[in-house]
């Protein structure tokens, strides 16, 4: 989602990736969680990609959100539906799913390690992926929703922390001020103080200013809209 840096300033556009500029060149990681966006939004975004992830039990998922398309791409049709890879270690996805993908030669990527989450190592192949065919990106995007089991939300926030050492970019700060409750030099920590449940002042664009990395959530109207009217 980066727009635009000017030395220590990073200029971030999350409506981005649906804008299908040919500048921004990113990956798609999906995780074991139900898709609930549109296809219209998140086809494009897949096609787009220059690499795309499905890991573990997201195949599943992925093969499962494909619904028509998904006998097409197992006869071989489609390609570009088809994960670049698929990894993790493999205690969730169907062996049915995962026969169907080797058959057309589609990778798959057994990561056994229990030291990282499938999320953490996947990010790992990823910076494998992207170095051995000298692929350089400017975002990458996760699928999943922030529900189910709690240590499997911990573990994808910690996954968030880490990622600078897993993945060969630079995260740098976002621009931020303009919220209903400013923050003024203060010190957000986990047993602290924490920023939750802010809005924005009606200003189009919010500056952040920071000495460390951030984890920055966000809604945005229209795909919670979209989302609603899938339910």
Not at 22 to 51: D, E, F, G
Request: aromatic share 10%.
């Amino acid at each position: 989602m980066q727009n635009g840096a000017n030395n220590d300033k990073t200029t971030w556009d999350p409506m981005e990736i649906f804008f299908g500029s040919s500048n921004h060149k990113y990956a798609v990681v999906v995780l074991n969680q139900p898709i609930l966006l549109a296809k219209s939004l998140v086809l494009p975004i897949w096609r787009r990609a220059k690499v795309k992830i499905c890991v573990d039990g997201g195949t599943n998922r992925w093969m499962e959100y494909l619904d028509k398309i998904r006998d097409e791409v197992y006869r071989g049709n489609c390609s570009e539906y088809t994960p670049t890879f698929v990894t993790g270690d493999f205690d969730s996805i169907l062996p049915d799913i995962i026969g169907k993908l080797k058959n057309i030669s589609v990778p798959t990527i057994n990561t056994p390690d229990q030291n990282h989450t499938d999320f953490s190592k996947a990010l790992i192949q990823l910076n494998v992926e992207c170095k051995q065919k000298d692929i350089h990106l400017d975002a990458v995007y996760v699928f999943v929703e922030t529900a189910g089991r709690f240590d499997h939300i911990i573990g994808n926030i910690n996954t968030l922390y880490q990622c600078k050492k897993f993945v060969d970019n630079n995260v740098k700060v976002i621009n931020v001020a303009s919220l209903k409750w400013n923050l003024d030099n203060s010190t957000l920590a986990f047993g602290g103080m924490i920023s939750t449940s802010n809005t924005y002042d009606g200003s189009p664009e919010v500056t952040v200013t920071t000495d460390t990395e951030i984890i920055w959530t966000m809604g945005i109207e229209s795909l919670v809209q979209t989302e609603n009217d899938l339910n």
